[in-house]
């Protein structure tokens, strides 16, 4: 795959966070944004002024200028206006999605129309600089991941975005293959027996079986939910902030396109607070009132959302339920489940896991880079995985 020092790319594109990762001389390196971090706020922002911001940078800017940063695009990429998973992101963000001719949909933000995929590209670009700033070379290859279900049109988007970040792009590949590989075709917790990958993302759920034949990883069946993801957590849970604001106060605050971002912001940070804790604290100073003087200031338990959120694990179970049945296997045929994604650190996601494949349970230490990590030693090593 080129000459020895030519290094190719491992990109998980996600709805919420994307990772990049090599492996060089034998060992995985990250990708690392201007923080140190390994995951990438998949945000755009489009200033009035000076080049576009990506990342870290841009996700700042989601609360005080949310018709203008745009998140989420996975959802859009190769998928027209009027997709289901369009429409899912066009009712939880302020910025503008349109139909355009080509049928990609794209986003009206006030430097004009970007299609889905330019706004990926942009990503993507900025993922390749960091990449050779780092590592001090030229990066023009990668190989890229999609939902397990994805369409050729999103295939065909994400190799297009690549080339308009000046990446060639080698394969493309299924995110729960790419995240079994980064376990290692050698884990003793499922040797040859099949395993069923559980990835749980921002923005899609993903389930696949795959068996190991010698040293390559071989897929029996794939499926999932490409309008599932951790994302709609936030959202239900915003939601169940607003029904309260609401009944106490009879302010809607989803007609106010800043503040409703601000909430689902906070949504987003006190779920991940909840994996750790059974409670955590739900703040969004100056959010109400007469010149926006009261706060919203709740103290929410696991157990508040967990009827909310019941309906969104369920359906990850039946399609994950769904593509066990698929391969012809039943669930005590398996050898372990493979839980990855930002999404698998729920516990009532690990729960529902535990409850409905009473199997023996392979947790990454870092679900969220996993797919990425895969990527990178597919990179390295093609024949890894069976076409």
């Excluded at 919420?16 to 944004?33: C, N």
């Excluded at 706020?41 to 000076?50: I, L, Q």
């Excluded at 609360?63 to 066009?90: H, M």
């Excluded at 200031?297 to 359906?315: K, S």
């Amino acid at each position: 795959m080129g000459s020895a020092s030519e290094i190719v790319l491992g990109i998980d594109l996600g709805t919420s966070y994307s990772t990049a990762a090599a492996a060089i001389d034998g060992r995985l390196h990250f990708v690392l944004d201007a923080r140190g971090e390994a995951c990438v706020p998949s945000v755009v922002h489009f200033p009035r002024s000076g080049p576009t911001l990506v990342g870290a940078e841009a996700d700042r800017l989601r609360s005080s200028d949310p018709l203008n940063t745009v998140f989420g695009v996975k959802r859009l990429i190769g998928r027209s206006a009027d997709s289901p998973s369009a429409r899912l992101l066009d009712a939880s963000s302020a910025f503008r999605i349109k139909a355009q001719p080509g049928d990609e949909a794209a986003v009206l933000v006030r430097s004009g129309q970007h299609s889905a995929s330019e706004v990926a590209a942009l990503i993507l670009r900025h993922l390749r600089e960091r990449a050779e700033a780092r590592f001090g070379r030229r990066i023009c290859k990668a190989v890229l991941t999609v939902p397990v279900a994805s369409p050729q049109s999103v295939r065909d988007a994400m190799v297009r975005a690549g080339r308009m970040a000046g990446l060639e792009v080698l394969r493309i590949v299924a995110e729960p293959c790419a995240g079994a590989l980064a376990r290692g075709l050698g884990d003793a917790s499922w040797a040859a027996a099949p395993l069923l990958v559980y990835d749980f993302g921002g923005g899609t759920f993903d389930a696949t079986v795959v068996q190991r034949a010698a040293n390559q990883l071989r897929v029996l069946s794939a499926g999932g939910d490409d309008c599932l993801g951790g994302d709609d957590f936030d959202v239900v849970f915003a939601r169940w902030i607003a029904d309260g604001v609401y009944r106490t106060r009879a302010i809607d605050v989803t007609h106010d396109a800043v503040l409703w971002e601000r909430i689902q912001r906070q949504c987003e940070l006190v779920k991940r607070a909840l994996s750790a804790a059974i409670e955590a604290r739900f703040q969004v100073k100056e959010a109400l009132g007469v010149a926006g003087q009261q706060h919203l200031d709740y103290l929410v338990r696991r157990e508040h959302l967990a009827p909310h959120w019941a309906e969104l694990v369920e359906r990850s179970v039946q399609a994950a339920a769904e593509t066990v049945r698929e391969s012809g296997l039943v669930v005590g045929d398996l050898g372990a489940v493979l839980l990855i994604g930002g999404t698998s650190y729920v516990p009532q996601v690990r729960a529902g896991v535990a409850r409905a494949f009473p199997r023996p349970s392979a947790v990454e230490d870092d679900p969220q880079t996993a797919v990425a990590r895969g990527a990178a030693l597919l990179a390295a090593q093609p024949e890894l995985l069976a076409d």
